[in-house]
């Protein structure tokens, strides 16, 4: 498993691209378009070595817990963990680019490339950032995974299959672990409804 550590000044500048990445993904590249070929090779190099040691703890840890569900029996948190591991192998194909193919998709024009672009910067920021507990919880501000949904169609379907099975399910683990939230009442006001 790859591992990761560096100086605090190294750290720094982790930080640094990050920021970039995030500032990148939210719209705000840099301002003047002739300096963004140079900037996003320069931004990949920095955060290369984070997301590949992000990357297996991730993926064992589904592993893991994919083991455990099918050990008990709990179909609901099997479904879940795979569809889970469906959206991590989306979220890998997004960030396999290199430095090279980002600083052409950086110079292009064409709405295609740019998509690609914010895809990669997206899921790299996201992979990477410290996120809000609004976001981990309520599932606000994640990279949307329709532009690699267009380019693994099997995976995919995969997802949406798995995803029609947890979905009508997922309240009663919102409820049983975040009882006090707001969301926890709003599924047990829609599950009513949908029983009446």
């Known amino acids: 498993m790859p591992v990761w550590s560096v100086s605090d000044r190294d750290e720094e500048i982790l930080a640094i691209a990050v920021r970039a990445l995030q500032a990148w993904a939210d719209g705000e590249p840099p301002r003047d378009p002739a300096l963004r070929p140079d900037r996003i090779p320069r931004i990949h190099e920095i955060v290369s070595p984070a997301l590949r040691a ?7 840890l589904l592993e893991r817990a ?8 709990d179909l609901l948190f099997a479904a879940l963990v795979l569809r889970t591991l469906c959206e991590e ?18 110079e292009s024009t064409r ?7 914010k895809q990669f910067v997206s899921f790299a920021w996201a992979s990477l950032a410290r996120l809000s507990t609004n976001t981990i919880i309520e599932g606000g ?20 299959a798995l995803n029609s099975y947890v979905h009508p399910n997922y309240g009663s683990h919102i409820v049983a672990l975040y009882p006090e939230r707001s969301a926890a009442a709003t599924l047990l006001l829609e599950a009513v409804a949908a029983v009446y």
């Open 111 to 117: 709405k295609e490339d740019q998509d690609r672009l």
């Open 54 to 60: 992000a990357a297996w703890p991730r993926w064992l």
């Open 89 to 106: 192998a989306m979220r890998l194909h997004a960030l396999d680019i290199d430095a090279n193919r980002l600083a052409i998709l950086a």
């Open 141 to 160: 501000g994640w990279p949307s995974f329709n532009p690699t949904a267009k380019a693994l169609p099997r995976l995919e379907r995969a997802r949406a």
């Open 66 to 73: 994919f083991l455990d569900a099918s050990a008990t029996g």
